[in-house]
């Protein structure tokens, strides 16, 4: 079994404790967010009746919102979220805007090799409309199409490089990057190589996303109403769907569930969506002479190629944002606070970032978190309607659904039409995935597909028998 460079090249104990020795427990682009970025919104009280009702104020429930009146600006429009605005996932992720609705190349063209061509046509095409939206309602979240830069990391990874560089050869805007001129455009000791490719991933501020989204909605009439937890959603026999809170219901003609992985309302999809722990941190500001050490002036998303693989990013304020490698499932599938406090992990992570970076030792995090990854089993979003067409759900986006919550809010739109579209008559959206087994199966099998991701990173990337098997059975799990 081999060793991976993040073994071989193991920074200095004191670095690593000198760079998390003040490190805040908390989500920075949250505590960056303006005041006037978060207003206070009421709880919901009493009965009111709408059009349609969203349950959930992420970017699924804000993107669906949003767009429901765009298409229609006179159809009434309620959010009702259990918490804040944008709190979990979609104000804590990584800001990666990708323009893969199937998380990536080969999932979706293994998946649905006759659609793969379509679905990347629709990923670019949603990640373009999102990029006139910023501009068109001038959302301020920080968006810059940046593109996405992959570097080998380690020797067998090249041949990938390769492969991939071939295979794109028509393509001008997936460029390869041989190890000089990696270098000269991002300088990590780690880089044996890369392919940028440059149009498909935009950056953007995760928690401004969701409180302009929020802004854009409610300038055009939509009602939002925060810490509301709905505990019961009933369909009566009258039509509509009514959601009911502690102290108040709503009644809609047509409702949309945007709680992703969360418990969901529908007995159906419990069992669809389990949650995986992410980790992050995030540097202070980089000095002038800390950012010409390190180059970096296309400002790319970066997602180097392994199978556990970390993802960093450049802030506007010149900070790094440093995640991902381990993601960690605890049995029973629950989504709990206490599952983001893992120093050991953040230690790691650190660790790994100085491997990446040596020039920036004495660099120190300001903030770390973790947040859950809402996994499915194809490792991309599941779409349906339920209680005779009157309720749309969408969930499951497995750590890659900044770009295409947009996506899954247009489809509910059309289901709940009842119109045929090209998106509608997808077999992504057509077939629901296999559900996630009960405990203990769940807990044992997810744990040992991430033990068999590691043990391939060892081994040259080879994949062992497992997961050759969830491979072959289209079944898998990932960050
Ligand atoms: C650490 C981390 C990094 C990530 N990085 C990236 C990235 O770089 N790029 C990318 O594309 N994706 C990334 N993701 C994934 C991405 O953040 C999610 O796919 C996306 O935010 C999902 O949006 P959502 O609205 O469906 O879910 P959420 O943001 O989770 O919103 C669901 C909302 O529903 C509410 N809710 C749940 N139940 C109820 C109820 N009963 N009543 C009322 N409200 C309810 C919740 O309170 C919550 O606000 C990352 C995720 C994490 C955790």
């Known amino acids: ?274 949650p995986v722990y992410d980790y992050v941190l995030m540097t202070e500001p980089l000095s002038p002479e800390q950012r010409d050490a390190v180059g970096w002036r296309d400002r790319q998303g970066i997602g180097d190629m392994a199978n556990q693989f970390h993802y960093y990013r450049m802030t506007q304020d010149g900070r790094i944002l440093f995640g991902g490698y381990d993601a960690l499932y605890h049995y029973g599938r629950r989504v709990d606070p206490a599952y983001e406090n893992r120093p050991d992990v953040w230690a790691k992570l650190a660790s790994h970032f100085f491997t990446t970076f040596p020039q920036l030792e004495g660099l120190r995090f300001s903030h770390q978190w973790a947040g859950a990854i809402d996994s499915s089993t194809q490792f991309t979003a599941f779409f349906g309607t339920a209680r005779k067409g009157r309720l749309a759900y969408a969930a499951g986006f497995t750590g890659l659904g900044v770009g295409s919550t947009r996506f899954a809010g247009n489809v509910m739109l059309d289901l709940l039409d009842g119109a045929h579209t090209e998106r509608t008559s997808l077999q992504m959206v057509r077939r629901r995935p296999l559900p996630f087994p009960p405990e203990p199966a769940a807990a044992l099998g997810i744990n040992a597909t991430r033990w068999s991701m590691d043990r391939a990173d060892h081994n040259e990337g080879r994949r062992n028998v497992l997961l050759k098997t969830l491979d072959a059975m289209g079944l898998g799990f990932d960050s």
């Open 1 to 274: 079994m081999g060793t991976t460079v993040f073994e071989r090249n193991v920074p200095p104990a004191s670095v690593v404790a000198h760079s998390l020795a003040q490190t805040r427990s908390r989500v920075f682009w949250l505590d960056d967010l303006p005041d006037h970025l978060r207003p206070a919104r009421p709880p919901l009280r009493g009965a009111v009746s709408t059009d349609l009702v969203i349950v959930g104020a992420g970017y699924t429930g804000l993107w669906t919102a949003l767009l429901a009146k765009l298409r229609d600006p006179h159809r009434r429009v309620v959010v009702v979220e259990a918490n804040r605005v944008g709190w979990a996932a979609s104000g804590r992720n990584g800001g990666f805007c990708e323009a893969s609705l199937t998380h990536g190349h080969e999932n979706g063209a293994r998946r649905w090799p006759d659609e793969i061509d379509t679905l990347e046509r629709l990923g670019m095409q949603n990640l373009d409309e999102i990029e006139a939206t910023v501009a068109d309602l001038g959302l301020d979240v920080q968006f810059e199409r940046t593109g996405q830069l992959a570097p080998a990391i380690e020797p067998h990874q090249l041949a990938w490089l390769e492969e991939w560089r071939d295979e794109a050869a028509d393509d001008p805007d997936v460029v390869y990057l041989d190890a000089d001129e990696v270098q000269r455009s991002v300088a990590s000791p780690t880089y044996l190589g890369a392919i940028w490719e440059k149009r498909n991933c935009a950056l953007v501020h995760p928690a401004r996303l969701t409180a302009e989204l929020a802004r854009a909605a409610e300038e055009r009439g939509v009602e939002i109403f925060e810490r509301s937890r709905v505990i019961d959603l009933v369909t009566p026999a009258g039509g509509g769907v009514t959601v009911h809170t502690d102290l108040g219901r709503v009644d809609g003609a047509q409702g949309v569930l945007a709680t992703n992985v969360f418990p969901s309302l529908l007995r159906r999809n419990r069992l669809m969506t389990v």
